[in-house]
């Protein structure tokens, strides 16, 4: 059974950092690429940064550049996303999935930075 179990969510104040986890199950992780995904209030889900299969290359959403790492343990089957200087604007709700080929949704992670 294919599962995908966001944690790392809370509440931050603006120029704070968290650390996202996404644990997996149920389909060949090391052979996937991953990605991290968001969705606000009233918004589509948008991509935040995908990683290689290997964790060799990554690539992110220009708004996440420099403040956003993602990488992965594929030991763990599990995906990370590292936060840093959070914004406001960043208030949403995280999931991750596969880049290509995407799981059913998890329930995802509420990140909200407000002060």
């Known amino acids: 059974q294919v599962q995908l179990v966001e944690s790392g969510g809370g509440l931050v104040q603006p120029g704070g950092s968290l650390r996202l986890s996404c644990a997996t199950s149920g389909f060949p992780f090391s052979l996937s690429a991953m990605s991290w995904y968001r969705q606000a209030p009233g918004k589509q889900r948008e991509l935040v940064a995908s990683i290689t299969p290997a964790g060799s290359s990554t690539i992110y959403t220009d708004s996440m550049k420099g403040r956003f790492t993602i990488s992965r343990d594929s030991t763990r089957n599990t995906v990370y996303l590292q936060m840093n200087s959070l914004k406001p604007e960043d208030t949403a709700v995280y999931y991750c999935?596969?880049?290509?080929?995407?799981?059913?949704w998890g329930q995802g992670t509420q990140v909200t930075v407000s002060s």
């Open positions: 999935n596969r880049l290509v080929g995407r799981l059913n």
